[in-house]
């Protein structure tokens, strides 16, 4: 079956420095990844798209890269600041189940003044 | 735009009682979904629909669980009979086109309780 892993620990980071979260996947052949943003009491907000065709996507402070090879999809975030502590999940469309979006469980983030 | 909306923020209810979320998407979208998210299973896909038809309901869980779609503005997940078991936050999300290139617009969810 399709699994999605995020890092389930909280990564706390002090303010100004780069944070790096990470989504593995196995029995994948994802066409396209996806990363949103929760915070407590909200909906998920969509952040980046990347597909399997791109190896890195930038968007203002937020960096995404997708190693298809590696299964692995990495999400920084630099100069991070307090107002980005949220949990930050990672979403894959298979070229199997289209229209359907599977999400990982997510990483909180806490970023420290 | 005020984004996908839902209705109510929170339910709470008693087992056995029938329980109906709302949702209205944002205009123009045409694809639909309904999730619900635990601790301990996450965000879980449940039901989506394209064009007010649903398309793929196998994340339903049980036949008490029941989704609608009667038009392009609004859609209904019903549980008949709850159960505590039951009790997570379902969110509503819809998207301008299918596929994973398009990303999903969340309601901010109904915390659903069943004691």
């Known amino acids: 079956s399709q699994k999605i892993e995020q890092n389930s620990e909280a990564l706390n980071i002090q303010e100004g420095k780069t944070a790096t979260l990470t989504c593995n996947y196995t029995n994948y052949s994802p066409a396209y990844l996806q990363w949103y943003r929760q915070d407590p009491g909200r909906g998920p907000v969509f952040l980046l798209l990347?597909?399997?065709?791109?190896k890195e996507k930038r968007k203002e402070r937020l960096k995404v890269t997708f190693d298809t090879t590696l299964k692995q999809s990495l999400f920084h975030i630099t100069a991070s600041q307090p107002a980005d502590s949220a949990t930050y999940l990672c979403?894959?469309?298979?070229?199997?189940?289209?229209?359907?979006?599977?999400f990982g469980a997510g990483t909180q983030v806490v970023v420290t003044p | 735009d005020a984004g996908v909306i839902q209705s109510p923020r929170h339910e709470v209810t008693e087992m056995g009682q029938e329980v109906t979320l709302r949702c209205k998407p944002i205009s123009g979208h045409d694809y639909l979904f309904w999730y619900r998210q635990t601790m301990m299973r996450g965000l879980e896909l449940l039901i989506y629909f394209n064009n007010n038809v649903p398309i793929d309901d196998s994340g339903m869980p049980e036949d008490r669980f029941s989704a609608k779609m009667p038009n392009a503005s609004f859609s209904t997940l019903k549980i008949q009979p709850s159960e505590p078991r039951d009790s997570a936050v379902y969110f509503c999300a819809s998207s301008l086109e299918g596929g994973g290139d398009s990303p999903l617009h969340f309601g901010n969810g109904t915390r659903l309780t069943v004691t």
């Open positions: 979403a894959l469309e298979t070229t199997d189940s289209w229209g359907k979006l599977q």
């Open positions: 990347i597909r399997e065709n791109e």
